[in-house]
């Protein structure tokens, strides 16, 4: 459908949509525009595989995750069109907080490390300008990208962002309640009422999840490491005819390279298993699926194979170093075996003393932490009681 902006405006019944759930209104002009990305589904070139991508979208939001309908006000395809998710007038579900104040426009792709085409990008203008015209954006909208109105994704795509950020209407100062007139008496209320708005529980899934998130990385990544040193060092160590290395400094040097392997193994299955869809999660960036991610169910194997990897797994390392230098200089120099224990050893106290105070310090701290997200759970409950509660 041509309108006088010069572009294809695709209404939800050409497009296939479902009716919604349960549609909210919301008050037009909107102060904001908040640009995403799709991920996946990928880009789409022709009406018959953005009308694919649309459908794929409002399936998932309405049907898998139980949404009213598709997140999005409006969609973008390669094809040039723009396609109506929820419209001007209803409130989306692609920025928690800023929903009833924005519009979503969602440009269909992935544009992590690749710019859409002009022509999308085209669209997306005319899109704009189109809703300031007809009264559905204020003139003076602010324009932002997804990952500054909300932690830990990506969105829109570094390639979009650094585009989007050239934009007119572009702020890179994140938004806060509109509110033209802050002297008003309403506005300040706003403003008011938001500074004393505790962290959402929401935000407090996704730090736990973006925790796991990283404990796991440096799990695999220091697993990896250490369990293909050892592996070498046991295969690469030469052993002469007629050695006069003892036998139980063999089997010492066996029974530590064997369970510095078999530690750090450990540790490498369990991050393999579960940081992928910890990451599939973290990249999606719908807060609906942070209850199916496994971090919380699993928390205890997480904690499990990182206490395996970064304490034990180190430790039995730098007991490794020492029994190596003994199998390998016995033969030719006892002091060079006795220069590696002197330093090796001192390390090995300090590295103890630090672990200990570490992990000391990091119970005191999740204490602490519980202590203060059940203080901001109680105030949001509170807070929420204050707004349902009739005036």
């Not at 730098?318 to 075996?337: G, H, N, P, Q, R």
């Not at 999740?366 to 949001?380: A, F, G, P, Q």
Request: proline share 5%.
């Amino acid at each position: 459908m041509a309108n006088p902006h010069g572009f294809d405006l695709v209404p939800r019944d050409v497009w296939g949509a479902r009716a919604p759930k349960s549609p909210e209104v919301m008050k037009n002009p909107v102060p904001y525009v908040i640009i995403h990305h799709t991920y996946q589904p990928g880009a789409c070139n022709t009406t018959e595989e953005c009308i694919k991508a649309m459908k794929s979208m409002q399936d998932f939001h309405q049907l898998e995750r139980n949404w009213s309908d598709i997140g999005y006000n409006f969609a973008v395809g390669g094809d040039g069109k723009a396609y109506v998710g929820r419209g001007w007038s209803l409130v989306g579900a692609h920025s928690p907080t800023y929903n009833d104040k924005s519009i979503g426009i969602c440009l269909i792709g992935d544009w992590r490390y690749e710019l859409p085409d002009n022509k999308l990008l085209d669209t997306v203008h005319k899109l704009i300008e189109y809703g300031v015209q007809i009264g559905k954006i204020a003139p003076n909208y602010l324009l932002f990208g997804h990952k500054q109105v909300r932690e830990g994704t990506e969105c829109p795509g570094d390639k979009l962002f650094q585009e989007i950020s050239l934009w007119k209407h572009f702020s890179s100062t994140p938004p806060t309640v509109w509110s033209p007139n802050k002297n008003s008496k309403c506005c300040r209320e706003i403003e008011e009422t938001k500074v004393k708005v505790p962290p959402t529980a929401e935000s407090l899934s996704w730090r736990r999840l973006h925790m796991s998130r990283a404990k796991l990385k440096a799990t695999s990544t220091t697993s990896e490491l250490l369990s293909g040193f050892a592996m070498i060092a046991m295969v690469e160590l030469q052993i002469n005819e007629g050695t006069a290395v003892p036998e139980w400094l063999f089997v010492m040097f066996s029974v530590c390279t064997t369970v510095l392997v078999a530690v750090h193994i450990f540790a490498l299955m369990i991050s393999t298993y579960i940081l992928p869809n910890i990451d599939a999660i973290s990249k999606l960036d719908v807060s609906e699926l942070v209850s199916e991610s496994p971090h919380e169910r699993m928390k205890g194997f997480i904690q499990l194979a990182c206490a395996f990897s970064t304490v034990l797994g180190l430790f039995l390392f730098l007991v490794e170093v020492a029994i190596l230098c003994w199998v390998k200089f016995w033969d030719y120099s006892f002091t060079a075996a006795i220069a590696a224990t002197v330093i090796v050893t001192p390390v090995l106290i300090i590295f103890v003393l630090f672990a200990v105070h570490f992990y000391h310090s990091l119970v005191v701290h999740r204490c602490d932490t519980s202590v203060t997200d059940l203080e901001k759970l109680e105030d949001m409950k509170k807070h929420l009681d204050e707004a349902s509660s009739p005036v």
